[in-house]
């Protein structure tokens, strides 16, 4: 069985910092690209970045360019998101996904069940 | 970056056809994929690519696409599909390898 299991989650003051983690079971993780999606409370879905296989390529959202990355340890079948300088508008459900491309589209087959990260003071 | 088109809400009486629609320029070069999302739980992919289902999706739901516009189409709504429904698809401006999502569609099945 798939799961993707998000963790790191929780309340943090503007400005600040918070580690996201995701631990992927049940399928070949070192194969998968990866991504980071997220919601805000009542809000749609938005992407927030993406990465390869073997984390030589990270794409990421204008809005959290220069202060979210991503990265991922294939040996410890884990994604990671490290956020810094936390707004208030990064308030929001973080899901981790896998991402793949073939034939002309492109598609998350598999999703965590999401960690709330709300940033406020 | 680009942009997706959906309709906010959408309804439909129980056992009839719907057709949610999304629409955007990066669909011209690249298929939507479709996701259903019911409340407090995370999105499940129900369409990809041209028109295909990943196992355990009813094959009620299809996909298709013209131009600009892409469609997810249910034939013989049931009640348990009344739930927020996302398109997405692969980023064609500069940011290329980037996703896009549109901004979703509530189902309602009367």
């Known amino acids: 069985e798939v799961q993707l299991v998000e963790s790191g989650g929780g309340l943090v003051q503007p400005g600040g910092s918070l580690r996201l983690s995701c631990a992927a079971s049940g399928f070949t993780f070192s194969s998968y690209w990866m991504s980071w999606v997220r919601q805000a409370p009542g809000k749609g879905l938005e992407w927030v970045a993406n990465?390869?296989?073997?984390?030589?390529?990270?794409y990421y959202v204008d809005s959290v360019k220069g202060r979210f990355t991503i990265s991922r340890d294939n040996a410890k079948n884990s994604l990671y998101l490290q956020m810094n300088s936390l707004r208030a508008e990064d308030t929001a459900v973080y899901y981790c996904?896998?991402?793949?491309?073939?034939?002309?589209?492109?598609?998350?087959?598999?999703w965590g069940q999401g960690t709330l990260v709300t940033v406020s003071s | 970056s680009s942009e997706l088109t959906q309709d906010p809400a959408v309804s439909v009486a129980l056992g009839q056809t719907v057709r949610i629609t999304c629409q955007g320029d990066?669909?011209?070069?690249?298929?939507a994929s479709w996701y259903q999302q019911k409340p407090g739980q995370a999105p499940v992919l129900v369409i990809y690519?041209?028109?295909n289902r990943p196992s355990g999706i009813p094959d009620r739901f299809s996909g298709s696409s013209s131009g600009n516009t892409a469609s997810l189409t249910i034939t013989g709504a049931q009640a348990e599909d009344e739930a927020d429904y996302y398109c997405n698809s692969r980023d064609s401006s500069g940011n290329h390898l980037g996703v896009v999502f549109g901004g979703g569609t509530k189902l309602t099945v009367l």
């Open positions: 990465i390869k296989q073997d984390g030589s390529e990270k």
């Open positions: 690519g041209k028109n």
């Open positions: 990066s669909l011209r070069s690249y298929y």
């Open positions: 996904a896998s991402y793949r491309c073939s034939g002309g589209s492109c598609y998350s087959d598999y």
